[in-house]
Protein backbone atom coordinates (compact mmCIF):
# COMPACT_ATOMS: atom_id res chain seq x y z
CA UNK A 1 0.00 0.00 0.00
CA UNK A 2 1.61 3.15 -1.32
CA UNK A 3 -0.57 5.81 0.80
CA UNK A 4 -2.04 7.50 -1.80
CA UNK A 5 -5.74 6.65 -2.19
CA UNK A 6 -7.85 7.32 -6.01
CA UNK A 7 -11.42 6.94 -6.56
CA UNK A 8 -13.50 5.61 -7.83
CA UNK A 9 -11.46 2.56 -9.30
CA UNK A 10 -13.30 2.07 -12.45
CA UNK A 11 -15.72 4.48 -14.29
CA UNK A 12 -18.04 3.73 -17.18
CA UNK A 13 -19.44 6.61 -18.93
CA UNK A 14 -20.78 8.11 -22.25
CA UNK A 15 -19.02 10.20 -24.76
CA UNK A 16 -19.59 14.35 -24.30
CA UNK A 17 -19.90 13.50 -20.59
CA UNK A 18 -17.95 14.76 -17.96
CA UNK A 19 -16.30 13.37 -14.91
CA UNK A 20 -14.20 13.72 -11.34
CA UNK A 21 -11.31 11.46 -10.33
CA UNK A 22 -9.85 11.63 -7.13
CA UNK A 23 -6.80 11.62 -5.41
CA UNK A 24 -5.77 11.54 -1.58
CA UNK A 25 -1.97 11.95 -1.51
CA UNK A 26 -0.09 10.50 1.55
CA UNK A 27 0.32 12.01 4.53
CA UNK A 28 2.70 15.06 4.75
CA UNK A 29 3.11 14.96 0.96
CA UNK A 30 2.71 17.90 -0.56
CA UNK A 31 2.98 17.61 -4.08
CA UNK A 32 0.64 15.96 -6.56
CA UNK A 33 1.11 14.35 -9.94
CA UNK A 34 -1.32 13.47 -12.36
CA UNK A 35 -0.57 10.78 -15.01
CA UNK A 36 -2.58 9.07 -17.99
CA UNK A 37 -1.77 5.74 -19.01
CA UNK A 38 -2.92 4.07 -22.00
CA UNK A 39 -1.00 0.84 -24.23
CA UNK A 40 -0.30 3.02 -26.68
CA UNK A 41 1.29 5.82 -25.10
CA UNK A 42 2.78 4.84 -21.85
CA UNK A 43 2.78 6.87 -18.55
CA UNK A 44 2.05 10.28 -19.99
CA UNK A 45 2.60 13.25 -17.26
CA UNK A 46 -0.17 15.66 -17.07
CA UNK A 47 -0.28 18.36 -14.44
CA UNK A 48 1.41 18.59 -11.25
CA UNK A 49 0.31 20.52 -8.22
CA UNK A 50 2.72 21.53 -5.27
CA UNK A 51 0.99 22.82 -1.73
CA UNK A 52 -2.30 23.93 -3.84
CA UNK A 53 -0.24 26.16 -6.48
CA UNK A 54 -0.29 24.51 -9.97
CA UNK A 55 3.48 23.30 -10.53
CA UNK A 56 3.93 22.23 -13.98
CA UNK A 57 1.89 21.26 -17.16
CA UNK A 58 2.46 18.35 -19.13
CA UNK A 59 0.62 16.55 -22.30
CA UNK A 60 -2.97 18.08 -20.42
CA UNK A 61 -5.50 18.90 -22.97
CA UNK A 62 -7.72 21.76 -22.66
CA UNK A 63 -10.87 19.18 -21.83
CA UNK A 64 -9.16 18.84 -18.63
CA UNK A 65 -8.25 20.57 -15.59
CA UNK A 66 -6.97 20.14 -11.90
CA UNK A 67 -6.61 21.36 -8.76
CA UNK A 68 -5.68 20.75 -5.36
CA UNK A 69 -7.15 21.29 -2.34
CA UNK A 70 -6.11 22.78 1.45
CA UNK A 71 -6.43 19.83 2.49
CA UNK A 72 -4.07 18.89 -0.40
CA UNK A 73 -6.48 16.33 -1.77
CA UNK A 74 -6.57 16.66 -5.72
CA UNK A 75 -8.77 16.14 -8.26
CA UNK A 76 -8.86 15.78 -12.06
CA UNK A 77 -11.69 16.79 -14.36
CA UNK A 78 -11.83 15.33 -17.60
CA UNK A 79 -14.91 17.00 -19.72
CA UNK A 80 -16.74 16.66 -23.28
CA UNK A 81 -14.76 12.78 -22.85
CA UNK A 82 -14.27 11.18 -25.86
CA UNK A 83 -13.59 7.57 -26.83
CA UNK A 84 -9.70 8.25 -26.87
CA UNK A 85 -9.73 9.61 -23.33
CA UNK A 86 -9.99 5.38 -22.35
CA UNK A 87 -7.43 4.92 -20.00
CA UNK A 88 -5.87 4.28 -17.12
CA UNK A 89 -5.36 7.93 -14.86
CA UNK A 90 -2.70 7.48 -11.88
CA UNK A 91 -2.16 10.09 -9.34
CA UNK A 92 1.57 10.24 -7.53
CA UNK A 93 3.08 12.19 -4.35
CA UNK A 94 5.59 13.06 -2.96
CA UNK A 95 6.95 15.32 -0.35
CA UNK A 96 8.70 18.06 -1.65
CA UNK A 97 7.85 19.44 -5.43
CA UNK A 98 10.57 17.08 -6.56
CA UNK A 99 9.23 14.03 -8.44
CA UNK A 100 12.26 11.49 -6.57
CA UNK A 101 10.42 9.27 -4.49
CA UNK A 102 7.37 9.71 -5.84
CA UNK A 103 4.47 7.22 -4.43
CA UNK A 104 1.41 5.86 -6.78
CA UNK A 105 -1.88 5.42 -6.15
CA UNK A 106 -3.63 1.94 -7.58
CA UNK A 107 -5.33 4.37 -10.72
CA UNK A 108 -8.71 5.01 -11.83
CA UNK A 109 -9.74 2.97 -14.93
CA UNK A 110 -11.70 4.73 -16.99
CA UNK A 111 -13.99 3.53 -19.69
CA UNK A 112 -15.59 6.31 -22.14
CA UNK A 113 -18.53 4.51 -24.41
CA UNK B 1 9.63 10.89 -30.44
CA UNK B 2 10.07 8.75 -27.05
CA UNK B 3 12.68 10.78 -24.93
CA UNK B 4 13.36 7.83 -23.50
CA UNK B 5 13.80 4.67 -24.96
CA UNK B 6 13.07 1.14 -22.97
CA UNK B 7 14.57 -1.87 -25.02
CA UNK B 8 13.09 -4.99 -25.77
CA UNK B 9 9.17 -3.84 -25.17
CA UNK B 10 8.31 -7.67 -24.72
CA UNK B 11 10.79 -10.56 -22.93
CA UNK B 12 9.83 -13.97 -22.33
CA UNK B 13 12.50 -16.29 -20.40
CA UNK B 14 12.69 -19.45 -18.31
CA UNK B 15 13.22 -19.32 -14.91
CA UNK B 16 16.78 -18.86 -13.78
CA UNK B 17 17.86 -17.59 -16.58
CA UNK B 18 19.30 -14.05 -16.34
CA UNK B 19 18.31 -10.68 -18.37
CA UNK B 20 18.88 -6.84 -19.15
CA UNK B 21 16.56 -4.37 -20.18
CA UNK B 22 17.60 -0.80 -21.27
CA UNK B 23 16.40 2.42 -20.92
CA UNK B 24 18.41 5.31 -23.41
CA UNK B 25 18.08 8.86 -24.00
CA UNK B 26 19.99 11.64 -25.87
CA UNK B 27 18.94 14.18 -22.96
CA UNK B 28 20.53 14.21 -19.63
CA UNK B 29 18.51 13.36 -16.37
CA UNK B 30 19.31 14.64 -13.22
CA UNK B 31 18.31 11.28 -11.78
CA UNK B 32 16.26 8.14 -13.09
CA UNK B 33 13.81 5.73 -11.28
CA UNK B 34 13.08 2.21 -12.14
CA UNK B 35 9.78 1.05 -11.42
CA UNK B 36 7.89 -2.34 -11.38
CA UNK B 37 4.26 -2.56 -12.32
CA UNK B 38 1.82 -5.31 -11.75
CA UNK B 39 -1.85 -5.31 -13.69
CA UNK B 40 -4.39 -3.72 -12.38
CA UNK B 41 -1.86 -1.40 -9.85
CA UNK B 42 0.12 1.44 -9.52
CA UNK B 43 3.79 1.81 -10.68
CA UNK B 44 6.03 0.71 -7.73
CA UNK B 45 9.34 2.62 -7.14
CA UNK B 46 12.64 -0.12 -6.86
CA UNK B 47 15.08 2.64 -6.91
CA UNK B 48 16.63 5.95 -7.65
CA UNK B 49 20.04 6.79 -9.37
CA UNK B 50 21.28 10.07 -9.80
CA UNK B 51 25.08 9.86 -9.49
CA UNK B 52 26.31 9.23 -13.15
CA UNK B 53 28.18 5.42 -12.78
CA UNK B 54 26.38 4.81 -10.32
CA UNK B 55 25.43 1.34 -9.32
CA UNK B 56 22.82 -0.03 -6.51
CA UNK B 57 21.88 -3.72 -6.34
CA UNK B 58 18.31 -4.82 -4.67
CA UNK B 59 18.98 -8.84 -4.12
CA UNK B 60 18.81 -9.84 -7.92
CA UNK B 61 18.36 -6.35 -9.29
CA UNK B 62 21.52 -4.55 -10.49
CA UNK B 63 20.54 -1.05 -11.56
CA UNK B 64 23.19 1.13 -13.37
CA UNK B 65 23.47 5.03 -14.68
CA UNK B 66 24.97 5.55 -17.36
CA UNK B 67 28.28 8.18 -17.05
CA UNK B 68 27.15 10.50 -18.61
CA UNK B 69 23.37 9.94 -17.18
CA UNK B 70 21.67 9.45 -20.17
CA UNK B 71 20.86 5.95 -19.94
CA UNK B 72 20.38 3.07 -17.11
CA UNK B 73 19.65 -0.47 -17.25
CA UNK B 74 18.52 -3.33 -15.24
CA UNK B 75 19.94 -6.62 -14.61
CA UNK B 76 17.72 -9.02 -12.99
CA UNK B 77 19.96 -12.61 -12.02
CA UNK B 78 18.09 -15.91 -12.01
CA UNK B 79 14.89 -14.52 -12.62
CA UNK B 80 11.92 -15.62 -10.41
CA UNK B 81 7.98 -15.80 -11.64
CA UNK B 82 7.50 -13.42 -9.10
CA UNK B 83 9.74 -10.75 -11.36
CA UNK B 84 6.81 -11.08 -13.67
CA UNK B 85 5.81 -7.53 -14.90
CA UNK B 86 6.07 -4.06 -16.69
CA UNK B 87 9.18 -2.04 -16.10
CA UNK B 88 9.41 1.28 -16.57
CA UNK B 89 12.26 3.62 -16.18
CA UNK B 90 11.57 7.12 -15.67
CA UNK B 91 13.94 9.94 -15.72
CA UNK B 92 13.86 14.07 -14.36
CA UNK B 93 15.37 16.37 -16.51
CA UNK B 94 18.47 17.79 -15.69
CA UNK B 95 18.11 21.56 -15.68
CA UNK B 96 15.39 21.13 -12.48
CA UNK B 97 12.40 21.81 -15.17
CA UNK B 98 9.65 21.30 -13.58
CA UNK B 99 8.24 18.67 -15.78
CA UNK B 100 7.27 15.95 -13.98
CA UNK B 101 8.90 12.92 -14.37
CA UNK B 102 9.48 11.55 -18.10
CA UNK B 103 8.33 7.50 -18.38
CA UNK B 104 9.47 5.45 -20.89
CA UNK B 105 6.79 2.82 -22.62
CA UNK B 106 8.18 0.37 -20.24
CA UNK B 107 9.49 -3.47 -21.05
CA UNK B 108 6.92 -6.25 -20.42
CA UNK B 109 8.76 -9.11 -18.67
CA UNK B 110 7.17 -12.72 -18.41
CA UNK B 111 9.16 -15.56 -16.69
CA UNK B 112 7.71 -18.82 -17.46
CA UNK B 113 8.61 -21.05 -14.68
Known amino acids: DSGVTQTPKHLITATGQRVTLRCSPR?????VYWYQQSLDQGLQFLIQYYNGEERAKGNILERFSAQQFPDLHSELNLSSLELGDSALYFC????????????FGQGTRLTVV | TQLLEQSPQFLSIQEGENLTVYCNSSSVFSSLQWYRQEPGEGPVLLVT?????EVKKLKRLTFQFGDARKDSSLHITAAQPGDTGLYLC?????????????FGKGTHLIIQP
Open chain 1, 92 to 103: ASSYRGKDTEAF
Open chain 1, 27 to 31: SGDLS
Open chain 2, 49 to 53: VVTGG
Open chain 2, 90 to 102: AGEMAGGGADGLT
